[in-house]
């Protein structure tokens, strides 16, 4: 089984940036990809950035160019920084790790973005 824990959601002003990140705990052994998903309310799931163990990245259209994930292998966490945060980018963020064809998925974390 594999846990996985985000932090750093809450309530951002349009125009601003948000770090968040997700430790993943439990049998993390092998190669695995991690990312982030997000869901706004009214919406379905939608893919927002991935990672692959070797440090390969793909981004969904709508945020790239103003977000960076990232990881670090060594303690099984992956982040993510998004700038220029409109509006639309409010929705419950999902942390997911990939292994052996599995994707476990966090609890997730809110991220506003208003005035």
């Known amino acids: 089984q594999v846990q996985l824990v985000e932090s750093g959601g809450g309530l951002v002003q349009p125009g601003g940036s948000l770090n968040l990140s997700c430790a993943a705990s439990?049998?993390?052994?092998?190669?695995?990809?991690m990312g982030w998903y997000r869901q706004a309310p009214g919406k379905q799931r939608e893919l927002v950035a991935t990672?692959?163990?070797?440090?390969?990245?793909n981004y969904a259209v709508s945020v790239k160019g103003r977000s960076t994930i990232s990881r670090h292998n060594a303690n099984n966490t992956v982040y993510l920084r998004m700038n220029s945060l409109k509006p639309e980018d409010t929705a419950v963020y999902y942390c997911?790790?990939?292994?052996?064809?599995?994707?476990?998925w966090g609890q997730g974390t809110q991220v506003t973005v208003s005035s």
């Open positions: 997911i790790l990939t292994l052996s064809g599995y994707t476990y």
């Open positions: 439990g049998s993390v052994f092998g190669i695995y990809s």
């Open positions: 990672i692959t163990i070797g440090g390969r990245t």
